[in-house]
């Protein structure tokens, strides 16, 4: 495909899937045969899609790609011009170096590895209560309501210190901002929203501090003059943690539990082994992959990518599913589920300096949520058929709307 052809004429970003678990058909072909390709937006523009591992991998970690130029995602919302054309202090996913890890740095002490840890018993005990109402109730019930959307929402809002009686708000909102064919104006308007309310917070905790996130980086901002953390900036980073925070792991719960249900060899072998649940969450992360419609970058000068020219200005989209699904990452026949193979090297977080700042909080919340699940209720199954199922093919993360289990 030659970079002169109109847009009308070329390919547009592989969306209908075939089978749920699996991307959409097409990835494996423009691995094979053009790897790096011309597509066109909903929108009516084009731009590259890079569907390798290898060049994914370069594509995210080179500064010359630029998330900043960003302002809108063109391959999946109809809407162009959604995103201000300067990004917002402390909007981490719109920054680039070296303004990005100015507000980075402050937040990532608090999901660090060791701090996760601390959260665990935490968490664990949020998951029992979950399952013990569940029990209570008896099935069937909706697991993405009872147990997905409450685990994660209840450990965001403690962590940040945001009200859990918000929760109607904020899933409102999360729900605005993530579907495909939101408009321009709704968008802005639910952005609009949910700064203010975390504004408000912001202000409310200046008051009177709490045991939380966003009380310690008011009293740390405060403290240092040169601090970037400005009202402003806190209010952002706190609407970007509450709804990253609370939306990707609770599908990733939802989607990861069906998942193993569909593979009762893989959940099997699990529940025989429960010391391979890490991997298990590995594996699931890579074999799903989420974030569906893969990350956007804007190219900031004219440059090669994996042999390919692409212009200053041009915008380009990493598809995680298809790098996931590479034999190129090193595993073996990456379309299989294998729960009990190393898939860490996967980029279901992506890759580079906005690699997920809460992914191992978000494997904490998976492999205590999954693995008590399936504990609790050995007969766990769906209580509809699959393919009566509604998936997500309608918004920026996948998995489910509702799952429906018994046991
Ligand atoms: C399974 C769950 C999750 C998945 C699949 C996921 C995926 C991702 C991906 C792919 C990115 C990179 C975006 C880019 O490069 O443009 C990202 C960034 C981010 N994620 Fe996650 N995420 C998950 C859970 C979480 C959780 C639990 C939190 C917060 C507590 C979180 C907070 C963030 C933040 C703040 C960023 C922006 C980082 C930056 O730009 O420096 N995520 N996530």
Not at 106 to 123: C, E, N
Not at 211 to 226: F, N, R
Not at 331 to 352: C, K, M, N, Q, T
């Amino acid at each position: 495909m030659t970079d002169t052809a109109h847009p009308s004429d070329l390919p547009e970003l592989p969306r209908q899937r075939g089978c749920p678990f699996d991307p959409a058909p097409g990835y494996q072909a423009l691995r094979e045969s053009a790897p790096i390709s011309r597509i066109t937006f909903p929108s009516g523009g084009s731009g590259w899609l890079v569907t390798r591992y290898e060049d994914v991998r370069t594509l995210l970690s080179d500064p010359r790609f630029s998330s900043r130029l960003a302002v809108s995602a063109p391959h999946v919302r109809s809407a162009v011009a959604a995103l201000p054309e300067q990004p917002l202090p402390g909007a981490l996913l719109r920054l680039d170096e070296p303004e990005h890890a100015r507000y980075r740095r402050p937040v990532m002490r608090a999901f660090t590895v060791k701090r996760v840890q601390q959260l665990q018993p935490r968490i664990q005990q949020i998951v029992d209560e979950r399952l013990d109402a569940m029990e209570k109730a008896g099935g069937p019930v909706d697991l993405v309501a009872e147990l997905a959307l409450p685990v994660t929402s209840l450990v965001i809002c403690e962590l940040l210190g945001v009200s859990y009686d918000d929760r109607e708000t904020f899933h409102r909102l999360a729900g605005q901002l993530l579907a495909i064919e939101s408009s321009a104006e709704q968008g802005q308007q639910a952005r609009a929203e949910l700064a203010s309310f975390i504004a408000a917070l912001v202000a409310a905790k200046r008051e009177r501090p709490g045991d939380d996130l966003l009380s310690t980086l008011i009293a740390e901002a405060d403290a240092d003059p040169g601090s970037p953390l400005t009202d402003v900036a806190l209010t952002v980073l706190g609407s970007l943690l509450l709804i990253a925070g609370h939306e990707t792991t609770a599908n990733m719960i939802a989607l990861g539990a069906l998942t193993l249900l569909e593979h009762p060899d893989q959940l099997a072998a699990l529940r025989a082994d429960p010391a391979l649940a890490d991997r298990a969450v590995e594996e699931l992360l890579r074999y799903l992959t989420i974030i569906q419609f893969g990350l956007v970058r804007v190219a900031s000068e004219d440059l090669t990518l994996g042999g390919q020219a692409i212009k200053a200005g041009d915008y380009v989209v990493a598809s995680l599913p298809s790098a996931n699904r590479d034999p190129g990452l090193g595993i073996e026949d990456p379309d299989r589920l294998d729960i009990a193979r190393d898939s860490a090297a996967h980029v279901a977080f992506g890759y580079g300096p906005h690699q997920c700042l809460g992914q191992q909080l978000a494997r904490a919340e998976l492999r205590i949520t999954l693995t008590s699940l399936f504990a609790r209720f050995p007969g766990l199954r769906p209580a509809v058929r699959v393919d009566q199922l509604p998936f997500r093919d309608d918004m920026i993360i996948y998995g489910l709307h509702q799952l429906p289990v018994t046991w």
